[in-house]
Nanobody
Framework: QVQLVESGGGLVQPGGSLNLSCAAN????????MGWYRQAPGKQRAPVAV???????SYEDSVKGRFTISRDNAKNTVYLQMISLSPEDTAVYYC?????????WGQGTQVTVAS
């Protein structure tokens, strides 16, 4: 059973923006903190943005002020708005619970920032 489906990635020029979405299974989403993770080539997957079930947010230092995470509890969906993108943001982006559920990882969505 597919539990997490990410979408919205693509190729964007430096300085551009993208909006990601993640449709989550209710068992993963409901009542849990959710996060966006990313994995760049040769690096480990790590969270960059977290939203609690109550809507409180936190961010990894490199994305503060540029990324905004939000959730729609009625739709079991998590969003990530990204602005001022740089080549260092190039990665596959995933969503998952915080802490993550190993069996729930989706395919992710590729974000490539290049001119």
């Amino acid at each position: 059973q597919v539990q997490l489906v990410e979408s919205g990635g693509g190729l964007v020029q430096p300085g551009g923006s993208l909006n990601l979405s993640c449709a989550a299974n209710g068992s993963i989403f409901s009542g849990n903190a959710m996060g966006w993770y990313r994995q760049a080539p040769g690096k480990q997957r790590a969270p960059v943005a977290v939203v609690t079930r109550g809507g409180r947010t936190s961010y990894e230092d490199s994305v503060k002020g540029r990324f905004t995470i939000s959730r729609d509890n009625a739709k079991n969906t998590v969003y990530l708005q990204m602005i001022s993108l740089s080549p260092e943001d190039t990665a596959v982006y995933y969503c998952n619970r915080i802490p993550s559920v190993d069996s729930a990882w989706g395919q992710g969505t590729q974000v490539t920032v290049a001119s």
